[in-house]
C-alpha cells in the first residue's frame, strides 16, 4: 500500500488521496508505470487502464479496506487473539511506541506503526501493512481534534491501550485541555465498551478518573502499580532503579530526559504483562536507540547538544526546559522553537515559557518564530532556524550543553548546520 509515487514498490497498491496541495489522481498512471499493482482514484482519469479502480473516495476506501482487514485477524484459527495495542497521548506516545515494539519484538513478530505515521491516513496504512504472521500490533494514534481517536478505534479495534498523558497540545483543534481529555479519553471509551485492557500510570491522578469503569486495568507508577521504578541517574542518559516487578534491579538506557521514566515503566510493564523474559525485557530498552530528533544526544567537538525538535506544546517544553535547568554543566544554551495549534493561549502560553525560562541561569538562550515574536523577552530572538544556525555558528561556542526544540513546523534541526552536523 503506498500514497507516495516516490516510495511505491512494485506489486503496491497506489492510493490517489487528495490535499489542499496536492491530487494524487494526477500520478495515478505514473504509479502504475512504476510498477503498482492497481491505483485507486476517484476522478475521471482519460486513459484505459484496467488497473485504475475508481471509488467514491480513495481516503475512505482506504480505511475500510483497513478497517475489513483488521476484522480478518479475528477469523484466523488460532488458540489466542492478536493483541492490537493502540497508544496516544500529549507527549511521548511515539516514544513508547518505540520502546514497547523493542521489548514485544523480542520475542513475538510484532507490526507497528513506521515513524510517526499516526494519523488518518497513518493509521489505516500501518494496519494494512500488517501480515498473517502477526502476533502482536502496535499502533501509534494521534490526534488534533476530537472523534479522531474514537474513528481510530473502530478501524484498528485495539485490544489494549495506553495515554501516555494529558497535557496542552493542539489546544486550538481540542477547544481546551479539557477538550484534550476527552479527546484522548476516547481510546478509554473503546476499551471500556469492548473489554479492553489499559495500561495506566499511577502517578497521574487524572488518568485514575480517565479510566474508570475499564474492568481489567495494570498500573506501573513510581510508588505502587505492577511494575514500580525511579530514577537513579539523568546524566548525561537516563539510569532507571526498578523496585518492583522485575528482576532486574537497573536499566542504563540512551534516553535524555528525566521526563522519559513512565516510557520506560510502561514498556517494562508491557513486556512483563506479555511474558516476556526478564533479561530480553532489559536488553531490549537498554539497546534502544532514539532517532527522528527525539531525546537524542549528539556530541560535536567539546559541545554536547540534547535534540528533541520533533515536536512541542506546553507541556513537553515545561519539561523538557526543567530536565535542562538540572543538567551540572557551567555553560548552558537553550534554543526554542514557536508552539503551534494553540488557538487564543498561544500568546500568553508563550509568555508562560519565557517566565520559567527567567527562573534559570542560561548562558544564553535564543527564541525562535511562532508567537515568541508576540511576547515581550529580554533573550535573542530570530524568524527562522537558519538564522539561528548563522549566529550560533558565528560565535564559536566550546565546551557548551545545548538544547534544541520546537514545533515540528520550525524545523528546528536546521540549527546542527552550525555544527556542521
Known amino acids: 500500500m503506498q500514497t507516495d509515487t516516490r516510495k511505491l514498490k512494485h506489486g503496491d497498491i497506489y492510493f490517489a488521496l487528495k490535499g489542499e496541495n496536492f491530487n494524487g489522481n494526477q500520478f495515478a498512471l505514473q504509479a502504475l508505470e512504476l510498477g503498482a499493482a492497481y491505483a485507486m482514484i476517484d476522478e475521471d482519469i482519460k486513459a484505459a487502464n484496467d488497473k485504475l479502480i475508481k471509488v467514491e473516495n480513495v481516503l475512505e476506501t482506504l480505511q475500510q479496506l483497513a478497517k475489513f482487514h483488521r476484522e480478518q485477524f479475528n477469523n484466523l484459527s488460532r488458540p489466542y487473539e492478536i493483541p492490537f495495542i493502540a497508544i496516544t497521548g500529549s507527549n511521548g506516545k511515539t516514544t513508547t511506541k518505540e520502546l514497547i515494539h523493542a521489548v514485544l519484538s523480542s520475542t513475538y513478530k510484532t507490526y507497528t506503526t513506521e515513524g510517526n505515521l499516526n494519523n488518518h491516513i497513518g493509521v489505516p496504512l500501518t494496519i494494512l501493512k500488517i501480515k498473517q504472521d502477526a502476533e502482536m500490533a502496535v499502533i501509534e494514534m494521534g490526534a488534533n481534534h476530537q472523534k479522531e481517536i474514537a474513528a481510530y478505534c473502530s478501524i484498528a479495534q485495539p485490544t489494549h491501550g495506553i495515554i501516555s498523558n494529558v497535557g496542552k497540545a493542539h489546544l486550538e483543534g481540542f477547544g481546551g485541555i479539557e477538550g484534550v481529555k476527552k479527546g484522548k479519553g476516547e481510546l478509554y471509551d473503546f476499551l471500556r465498551s469492548n473489554n479492553g485492557v489499559a495500561f495506566v500510570f499511577d502517578d497521574y491522578e487524572y488518568l485514575h478518573e480517565m479510566s474508570g469503569g475499564i474492568k481489567e486495568i495494570f498500573w506501573y507508577g513510581t510508588n505502587k502499580g505492577e511494575v514500580v521504578g525511579n530514577i537513579k541517574a539523568s546524566e548525561p ?185
Open 237 to 421: 542518559f537516563l539510569e532507571v532503579n526498578i523496585t518492583k516487578g522485575a528482576s532486574f534491579n537497573t536499566i542504563k538506557t540512551n534516553l535524555v530526559g528525566d521526563y522519559n521514566l513512565p516510557n520506560i515503566l510502561c514498556a517494562i510493564t508491557m513486556g512483563k504483562y506479555f511474558k516476556v523474559p526478564d533479561e530480553k525485557i532489559k536488553s531490549s530498552i537498554e539497546n534502544y536507540i532514539p532517532s527522528n530528533s527525539r531525546s537524542q544526544l549528539l556530541e560535536t567537538g567539546s559541545n554536547k547538544i540534547i535534540l528533541d525538535a520533533y515536536n512541542a506544546n506546553p507541556s513537553s517544553m515545561k519539561v523538557a526546559i526543567e530536565n535542562f535547568a538540572h543538567i551540572n554543566a557551567d555553560n548552558k544554551v537553550l534554543i526554542l522553537g514557536g508552539m503551534m495549534e494553540l488557538g487564543n493561549e498561544s500568546i500568553q502560553e508563550h509568555e508562560n515559557l519565557i517566565k520559567l525560562i527567567e527562573q534559570y541561569n542560561f548562558k544564553n538562550v535564543i527564541l525562535v518564530g511562532g508567537d515568541f515574536k508576540n511576547t515581550y523577552a529580554p533573550f535573542i530572538y530570530f524568524e527562522t532556524a537558519e538564522a539561528a544556525s548563522d549566529y550560533i555558528a558565528r560565535h564559536n561556542f566550546e565546551q557548551t550543553y545545548f538544547l534544541i526544540k520546537g514545533s515540528r513546523s520550525m524545523k528546528m534541526e536546521k540549527v546542527l548546520h552550525a555544527f556542521k552536523l
